[in-house]
């Protein structure tokens, strides 16, 4: 049967694989620490319609990503083969946590396209195979509990785009890393770039309050004289939790040119034909 890193059956690993994975770790902790230019492992967060787009592709796709969406240097494609290839299981902070938010295991952790969606479906037993409308629920459903969807890159799957997680302000290590320094600094675990949107209050507001809870992000405040919520444009990564929170839809997220322009694959479709 297989077994898995921190399942009693395994024991202790031997010396040469517990200094391969130590090594590895430094690595992504080195690379991230340089910035944009050498980081290896990073995520950019994109809202739900924009990630129901990369889980529901019919055909392969080669889109080389402009600095403009995502400002890495490394692992910056969506290089989709076989993108029905889809396969979920447990988030591995969600695992790692003593009080996770969802019910252990918590599937909620999309592998895009082949090779990665079937290497980890054949090889990890927490991982199964399926089809894009359960990926489309998966996502739905995450966005409706308010968590963060992370579009992930990684140099060893071939420098390009290959899971989508679910993720939460109290699980997450990338996001409790990212809200402790502000986004000043990083984590050996991600590098955060924003989805390209920010949140923005109307007239509708009834001033629950709710939206200020439900940020992932600790962007929002809410300003008891005014009976408003008000957002910090420079915190928000434009997410949508909030979104998802306002009973009365009074919160809604806008395009902003001050942020990296979303990862929306039919309109950088658009841009690359224009350009062949």
């Keep these: 049967p297989h077994k898995e890193i921190g399942d009693p059956a395994v024991g202790e690993l031997e010396d040469g694989v517990k200094e391969m994975l130590e090594g590895y770790v430094q690595e992504i902790a080195a690379s991230a620490m340089g910035g944009a230019a050498t980081d290896i492992y990073h995520a950019k967060v994109v809202k739900v319609m924009d990630a129901v787009k990369l889980v529901t592709q019919k055909e392969n796709l080669n889109l080389p990503l402009p600095e403009k969406v995502v400002p890495w240097k490394i692992a910056r494609d969506v290089i989709l083969q076989n993108p029905q290839s889809l396969a979920v299981g447990p988030c591995g902070c969600r695992l790692g946590s003593d009080k996770p938010c969802l019910p252990n295991p918590a599937e909620v952790c999309l592998m895009v396209g082949d090779p990665a969606a079937s290497f980890i479906a054949d090889n990890n037993p927490r991982f199964r195979r399926i089809n894009q409308d359960e990926a489309v629920k998966i996502l739905e459903d995450a966005h409706k509990r308010g968590d963060v969807h992370c579009a992930y890159f990684k140099r060893e799957i071939g420098s390009r785009f290959f899971a989508i997680c679910n993720c939460c302000k109290c699980c997450c290590m990338g996001i409790k890393s990212w809200n402790m320094t502000g ?90 034909s224009k350009k062949s």
């Design 183 to 272: 986004g000043l600094s990083t984590h050996m675990l991600s590098l955060l770039s924003p989805s390209g949107y920010v949140a923005v209050v109307s007239e509708d507001c009834n001033g629950c309050g709710a939206c200020e809870n439900s940020c992932n992000f600790d962007a929002i405040k809410f300003d008891n004289a005014a009976q408003r919520p008000v957002i910090d444009l420079v915190k928000c990564m434009g997410c949508g939790g909030c979104e998802s929170s306002c009973s009365v839809g009074a919160i809604s997220l806008k395009l902003d040119p001050t942020k990296d322009q979303p990862l929306d694959l039919d309109k950088l479709k658009v841009e690359l």
